[in-house]
């Protein structure tokens, strides 16, 4: 039973797919938003903190009512995934939650339009001064000249940010007849919008010039903060507009308030604020050219009915182990494999933990060669899960496929991937080569073969994973269940010695291959015992053996039943 905690205010139609799936309960808590309007954050970290850490949460899904701390993941108990019902992940730690090897997913579809008509709305109602004249009526009032507006039919905007929502709101500005421009560094071409051709300027500081009113649809982030500042403000005409409906302080707050004072800004209209709710003596609340509403860019029936219903799917998806859809820290891992990418991935596991004892010098690299197109799409799934069992046995943090690789870069650890086409000569299979520290060799490696430790697997017709070298040792085993490898000098009597330690242990051998390396000067051969256990071999019987004369490495290791 999967358990999901609403923990901010989510449409009804999301928490009600929740309590109609039999194997999902949910736990609504829309109060977690007053309470930190009312006792602040560090009230909700201790209170969801202790949810969390009592373990039965497996899902959480918040909006940006409120935020989700290391404080608060510091214990997840069982949490493994936590949806944003919405676009913004700002107010979500994404660190701490792939540390923790928490999923992070967002709904970044469902609420584009909605939020593109309301900057939309507010650039139309900025211009016809909508809210002041709405204003002095309901005081009584009545002035026509005060509120004479500006028309939009050919104006220039500026979209700041050309993604889903920029465009969006980029092709409703051209319906309108305005000429519309953009800036995103990490859109390289002018962009064609039907029939229309929006011109794209390779800096901000070239586009503010060109533009009678911008609107801003880019995420926080260190480059956007206050991209729109005093400086920025210079370079602009005078008597621009500015509307933000994407997050607080990417327009910075002081400034534009100065700008407005000043008339280099004709007027504001904001949606979202630095600090939320803002002040409540905040000058953006009461300027007389700034338009305010309090984060309503995806509040509509329709975009909060979807993005309810997408985030509560996204969660038990994941937690089913049915798909990934949305992820925000974890790129690359599918869950959506053929069966043969399946087994293909728990070859990867397999390969790799059956190897990880034999890596005892640390690892600085490790290539991937994935031979075959098929498992192509499987690829970033089959390197994290190659991580994790390669790196596990050597950590105390618990590790998967969401945190291996922050974990791997943080340690300068490097994977490279090569995938390659079928040949005669080279099945579907997958070779893992394991690079110790660099400049590091083997102590003394008999055998060249023995610098790096590689290790080469495939899934034959029967889905069963089979591991066929480990480091110039051909073989051919299923890695399954308790097993033991084994490096001694190739001479008569090892396969007795190993069969007698173990009897003596009282530990049943179930299978045994033995593979034959020639020594490079030619000096002799040494042989790689791979046993299959009945139960595992303990600490004392590897050290007894390890002692035994003509007993190179021994090394055991636990993996799932095929
Ligand atoms: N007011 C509200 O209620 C809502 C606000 N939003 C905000 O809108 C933002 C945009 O949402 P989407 O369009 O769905 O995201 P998106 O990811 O489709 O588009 C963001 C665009 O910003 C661009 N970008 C990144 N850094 C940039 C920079 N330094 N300068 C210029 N462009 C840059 C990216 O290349 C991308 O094309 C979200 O991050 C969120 O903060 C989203 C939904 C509702
Ligand atoms: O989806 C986003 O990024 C939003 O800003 C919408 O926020 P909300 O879910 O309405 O608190």
Same mark, same amino acid.
């Given at each position: 039973?999967? &358990? ?10 999301? /928490? ?22 009312? %006792? ?9 903190? %202790?949810? /969390? ?6 899902? #959480? ?15 997840? +108990? ?7 019902? +919405? ?36 650039? #139309? ?8 004249? *709405? ?19 050919? #104006? ?29 560094? @990490?859109?390289? &071409? ?8 929006? %011109?794209?300027?390779?800096? @901000? ?14 995420? %926080? &982030?260190?480059?956007?903060? +206050? ?13 621009? *507009? ?10 910075? !707050? ?69 798909? =990934? ?21 728990? /070859? ?20 991937? !060669?994935?031979?075959?197109?098929? /498992? ?6 089959? !390197? ?22 922050? =974990? ?6 490097? &994977? ?56 110039? *040792? ?39 291959? =033995?593979?034959?390396? !020639? ?44």
């Amino acid at each position: 039973m999967f &358990t999901l905690l609403a923990a901010d205010k989510l449409a009804q139609e999301g /928490l009600d797919f929740i309590n109609s799936q039999s194997d999902a309960t949910l736990l609504d808590r829309p109060d977690l938003v007053d309470l930190k309007k009312e %006792k602040g954050q560090e009230a909700v970290d201790e209170e969801v903190g %202790k949810l /969390l850490a009592a373990g039965g949460v497996h899902a #959480m899904a918040v909006r940006s009512g409120i935020k989700v701390t290391p404080a608060m993941l510091e214990n997840p +108990g069982n949490l493994k995934v936590i949806a944003r019902a +919405g676009v913004g992940v700002d107010n979500i730690d994404l660190a701490a939650a792939t540390d923790k090897g928490i999923l992070v997913v967002n709904t970044a579809e469902a609420s584009t339009i909605t939020t593109a008509e309301h900057a939309f709305t507010l650039m #139309m109602a900025l211009l016809r001064k909508v809210g002041p004249a *709405y204003k002095t009526m309901s005081d009584g009032g009545w002035d026509r000249n005060k509120f004479k507006g500006r028309q939009l039919h050919g #104006m220039t905007v500026g979209v700041v940010g050309l993604g889903r929502i920029g465009r969006t709101f980029a092709e409703r500005a051209l319906a309108f007849g305005m000429t519309v421009v953009g800036y995103d560094p @990490f859109v390289n &071409t002018d962009i064609q919008l039907g029939s229309h051709t929006v %011109k794209t300027f390779r800096t @901000f500081e070239e586009m503010v010039p060109h533009v009678d009113v911008m609107s801003f649809h880019v995420p %926080k &982030t260190p480059e956007t903060t +206050g991209m729109l500042n005093a400086e920025t403000f210079a370079l602009c005409k005078k008597g621009v *507009y500015v509307v933000n409906a994407a997050r607080g302080g990417i327009v910075d !707050e002081t400034d534009i308030v100065a700008a407005c004072d000043s008339g280099q800004c004709a007027g504001a209209a904001l949606d979202v604020f630095t600090s939320e709710p803002p002040a409540e003596d905040s000058p953006l609340r009461t300027h007389p050219n700034i338009l305010v509403t309090p984060h309503l860019g995806a509040s509509t029936e329709e975009a909060q009915t979807a993005v309810s219903v997408d985030a509560a799917k996204a969660c038990l998806s994941y937690l089913r182990g049915e798909g =990934i859809s949305g992820a925000v820290n974890a790129g690359g891992v599918r869950v959506d494999l053929t069966d043969q990418q399946a087994a293909y991935v728990s /070859l990867a596991d397999r390969m790799a933990r059956l190897i990880s004892p034999m890596v005892t010098r640390g690892v600085s690299e490790l290539d991937i !060669e994935i031979c075959g197109v098929e /498992l192509g799409p499987a690829a970033g799934t089959i !390197e994290r899960t190659a991580l994790v069992g390669l790196l596990q046995r050597h950590f105390d943090t618990p590790l998967n496929v969401i945190n291996v690789g922050s =974990i791997a870069d943080s340690r300068d650890i490097e &994977t490279r991937i090569t995938k390659l086409d079928h040949a005669k000569s080279a099945p579907t299979q997958l070779t893992f080569t394991i690079h110790g520290p660099k400049g590091c060799v083997d102590d003394a490696p008999d055998h060249e073969a023995d610098k790096v430790r590689k290790i080469v697997g495939r899934v034959y017709d029967d889905l069963q994973p089979r591991v066929v070298e480990i480091n110039g *040792y051909a073989m051919d085993m299923v890695p399954a269940g308790h097993m033991a490898i084994i490096q001694n000098d190739d001479r008569p009597g090892m396969i007795g010695l190993v069969g007698s330690e173990f009897g003596k242990a009282g530990v049943n051998i179930a299978d045994m291959t =033995i593979s034959r390396r !020639e020594n490079a000067d030619g000096s002799g051969a040494t042989a790689l015992m791979l046993l299959k256990l009945d139960e595992a071999a303990s600490y004392e019987l590897n050290d007894a053996l390890g002692e035994r004369e003509g007993i190179l490495k021994i090394a055991s290791v636990h993996l799932p039943e095929a």
